[in-house]
């Protein structure tokens, strides 16, 4: 199947973050517990992400996490893992890309392959996002 691509958006419902490490210490390291809801290509409500974040100044950093989505994709139903990766601005922007960790595609999306990106703007309550993605 050749690499299709699909868009839509999604908002967070829920961000619990919480420091690690000594207090105080600078860079700073976080962990944050994060629900999203997607819309558009990718259907899923109430996803599980886990970040690392390390918080080089107040405003600017780099991040980490792994989130799992279970619905659909472009109608096709079932549950995969996306691998994020990304940094945080001075100047309140997000820029992340994420890819689909290998074999974890289960139901119609067995075998799903994929990379996909966003930039957020801070404050904003939906986040567009495109990813493309193959199934084999």
Same mark, same amino acid.
Do not use: K, L, N, R
């Given at each position: 199947m050749p690499t299709q691509t699909t868009t839509g958006h999604? $908002? @967070?419902a829920n961000w619990d973050e919480r420091p690690v490490g000594p207090s105080g210490a600078s860079p700073k390291l976080a962990r944050a517990s994060v629900t999203n809801t @997607?819309? %558009?290509g990718i259907e899923a409500a109430d996803t599980t992400c886990e970040y690392t974040? =390390?918080? =080089?100044?107040?405003k600017t950093g780099t991040f980490t996490g792994m989130e799992i989505l279970? %619905? $659909?994709l472009d109608g096709r139903h079932g549950t995969?893992? =996306?691998e994020e990766r990304g940094s945080f601005h001075a100047d309140g922007t997000v820029h992340c890309t994420l890819e689909v960790v290998p074999e974890s595609g289960t139901g119609e999306l067995t075998g799903l392959r994929g990379t996909g990106r966003f930039t957020a703007e801070h404050g904003e309550p939906s986040v567009p996002y495109t990813f493309d993605y193959d199934l084999r």
């Open positions: 999604f $908002s @967070f @997607f819309a %558009g974040i =390390v918080y =080089v100044t107040e279970t %619905g $659909s995969f893992v =996306v």
